[in-house]
């Protein structure tokens, strides 16, 4: 894991924990929605509500509006609503920091609360997305048809908790950049001596060869 974990340090760059409110709207946005989409809503929803106050200050239709290029706007505008009221009324406008709370929160499932904690909070914690799920699966470190709590389960268990945020911001920009979910550059890959994707392509071939000559 040693390896891995350079590699991932090298990806990660700087951590710095964010705001956990707008850290918790930006996961809402996300759901179904590609990564520049949500960025986009969330920059024109933040130039006017930055906080569960000011959210809970705007009209529904502004605030459809204001998040329309995350796509589902209408049932994202209505559940943003309900989250920030809750978190008003219950936790005094501050967003939980533990994981028993954050998925007392209205649709804050096992994920957006993992990436709150860790990204918003700076808690200790491997935030499972689809960069995280796939790199794991293709290096071998969980089963191909693991779930998110299974990967972050597994892959808490093999790294030292010192590394947990290193793994979750590393993974993700080497999803982005390297380990992408179409044309993966694996010819350049610093892991691909350890990946398990990698080398049973590099075989395929050879088994293909034998096949075809009856050895196989």
Not at 9 to 24: S, T
Not at 102 to 115: C, E, I, M, Q, R
Not at 130 to 159: C, M, N, Q, W
Request: aromatic share 6%; with cysteine; net charge positive.
């Amino acid at each position: 894991m040693r390896l891995l974990v350079r590699v991932l340090k090298r990806y990660a760059g700087e951590i710095r924990p964010g705001n956990p409110w707008q850290v918790l709207v930006s996961c809402v946005l996300s759901q179904r929605t590609k990564e520049e989409k949500t960025a986009e809503a969330s920059r024109r929803l933040f130039s006017r509500a930055r906080t569960p106050e000011e959210l809970e200050k705007l009209g529904l239709r502004e605030l459809e509006k204001l998040i329309k290029p995350a796509g589902f706007y209408r049932q994202k505008a209505r559940r943003l609503k309900e989250i920030a009221r809750t978190i008003l009324e219950r936790y005094g406008g501050t967003v939980p920091k533990t994981r028993e709370e954050l998925l007392k929160l209205p649709g804050v499932g096992w994920k957006t609360s993992a990436v709150v904690l860790s990204y918003g909070w700076g808690i200790p914690i491997i935030a499972v997305d689809i960069h995280t799920a796939r790199i794991s699966k293709r290096l071998g470190l969980v089963r191909p048809d693991a779930g998110p709590e299974d990967v972050r389960k597994r892959l808490e268990g093999v790294f030292r908790k010192q590394d947990w945020l290193i793994v979750n911001l590393g993974m993700v920009n080497f999803g982005r950049q390297v380990c992408r979910p179409i044309r993966p550059r694996c010819e350049e890959c610093p892991l691909k001596r350890i990946c398990k994707f990698y080398n049973d392509r590099l075989s395929l071939p050879s088994r293909t060869a034998r096949v075809r000559s009856g050895q196989g």
